[in-house]
T-cell receptor
Framework: DQQVKQNSPSLSVQEGRISILNCDYTNSMFDYFLWYKKYPAEGPTFLISISSIKDKNEDGRFTVFLNKSAKHLSLHIVPSQPGDSAVYFCAASEGGATNKLIFGTGTLLAVQP | DTAVSQTPKYLVTQMGNDKSIKCEQNLGHDTMYWYKQDSKKFLKIMFSYNNKELIINETVPNRFSPKSPDKAHLNLHINSLELGDSAVYFC??????????????FGSGTRLTVV
């Protein structure tokens, strides 16, 4: 039973345009949501997070939006650059003593020059 | 100087063998994790240790046994390897209570292939 879902396995965007990556979740008790970026043969790298009590968090070219009523979050990358080409994982934190992160299956972003 | 380092990076072994994967972090974190990424690219938590104490133990076969000699190290030992154990195993670390805010720091992974 997947609690965090990324329904788009891949996305292709032109350089300079906006990339929008989407994620849905089922557990309303998650306290934080995170985005990770992963290059081939490397581990996932933390990008940005958002608290469940916020609806937006911005860090440079990366903005995460959270819609709690829809149980949906998205990552916007503006402008997209070829170096952004990677797999992006959405994750959710259960909080509490374990701080367990539950990951989606990832979306492969290809930014075309 | 790598923050979370795993060895080996690649491991090819025969069914039935026993193997270990080592993980070390130099970030001063007190919590470490093992994740498995299967052929469907699904990243699933296996174990977590906080200050050498097991705090997460997901539904994982008994053939998998984590060992944490100190808070900077978390090793994974796998007995009687099976074909289905083939996957990429990631070690990660975080400071307790901050995993949601700052995320985990992951190692580069160990690709295990069982033949």
């Amino acid at each position: 039973d997947q609690q965090v879902k990324q329904n788009s396995p891949s996305l292709s965007v032109q350089e300079g345009r906006i990339s929008i990556l989407n994620c849905d979740y089922t557990n309303s008790m998650f306290d934080y949501f995170l985005w990770y970026k992963k290059y081939p043969a490397e581990g996932p790298t933390f990008l940005i997070s958002i608290s469940s009590i916020k609806d937006k968090n911005e860090d440079g070219r990366f903005t995460v939006f959270l819609n709690k009523s829809a149980k949906h979050l998205s990552l916007h990358i503006v402008p997209s650059q070829p170096g952004d080409s990677a797999v992006y994982f959405c994750a959710a934190s259960e909080g509490g003593a374990t701080n367990k992160l539950i990951f989606g299956t990832g979306t492969l972003l290809a930014v075309q020059p | 100087d790598t923050a979370v380092s795993q060895t080996p990076k690649y491991l090819v072994t025969q069914m039935g063998n026993d193997k270990s994967i080592k993980c070390e972090q130099n970030l001063g974190h007190d919590t470490m994790y093992w994740y498995k990424q299967d052929s469907k690219k699904f990243l699933k938590i296996m174990f977590s240790y906080n200050n050498k104490e097991l705090i997460i133990n997901e539904t994982v076969p008994n053939r998998f046994s984590p060992k944490s000699p100190d808070k900077a190290h978390l090793n994974l030992h796998i007995n009687s390897l099976e074909l289905g154990d083939s996957a990429v195993y990631f070690c990660a670390s975080s400071q307790a209570g901050t995993g949601g805010i700052y995320g985990y720091t992951f190692g580069s992974g160990t690709r295990l292939t069982v033949v």
